[in-house]
């Protein structure tokens, strides 16, 4: 099950003949929004085994849509990397249509956000209830591509799912806790 999170940095650089865009996919330690019953924290060493490795491929799309690629981490048009704020990226724009249009909508401040579209694997992520509230650290993804986007959308993953049906009856267990607790 592919999940996909945003960022609201992004800008045009380079030249007229060679356009690049740049920004951060993801920023660590920043909390999410309400993903749906959940808040989320990307953890700084995420992306590393995947920026490490060859394994993966991540590409560089438009609104996650497979047919506007802009970038690919083996071609050499999309850079990805980590700093102490997140994961950065900067991509040579080819000369398309679809890049020429985008360039003027980020320029002009129409498009600002960037997304991450990722999987989990077994151990990549932890969950836990705090002050009645479920939260998920992600510890390590497997990248698949960034995306450039005008409406960045969090989506309620089946794999959110499935840990809010239990976490809703952790308050019944907090609960009974306390009364075990008491009668000691």
């Not at 990549?124 to 939260?135: I, N, Q, V």
């Amino acid at each position: 099950m592919h999940e996909r999170r945003t960022s609201l940095e992004l800008r045009v650089s380079g030249s007229k003949s060679a356009p690049r865009l740049s920004g951060y996919a993801a920023v660590f330690d920043a909390p999410s929004e309400d993903l749906g019953g959940f808040i989320e924290y990307v953890r700084r060493e995420a992306f590393t085994r995947t920026l490490k490795s060859n394994a993966l491929d991540p590409l560089a799309l438009v609104h996650h849509m497979p047919h506007l690629i802009l970038g690919r981490r083996s071609a050499g048009t999309l850079k990805l990397s980590q700093d102490d704020k997140g994961l950065a990226f900067d991509i040579a724009l080819p000369d398309t249509q679809t890049a020429r249009e985008l360039a003027v909508s980020v320029e002009r401040g129409d498009v600002r956000g960037a997304s991450f579209a990722f999987t989990v694997p077994p151990s990549g992520d932890r969950w836990t209830l705090a002050d009645g509230k479920a939260m998920r650290e992600l510890l390590d993804v497997d990248l698949h591509e960034i995306s450039i986007t005008p409406t960045p959308a969090y989506v309620d993953t089946s794999v959110a799912k499935r840990f809010l049906e239990n976490a809703r009856r952790w308050p019944k267990l907090v609960g009974l806790k306390r009364f075990l607790e008491t009668c000691q």
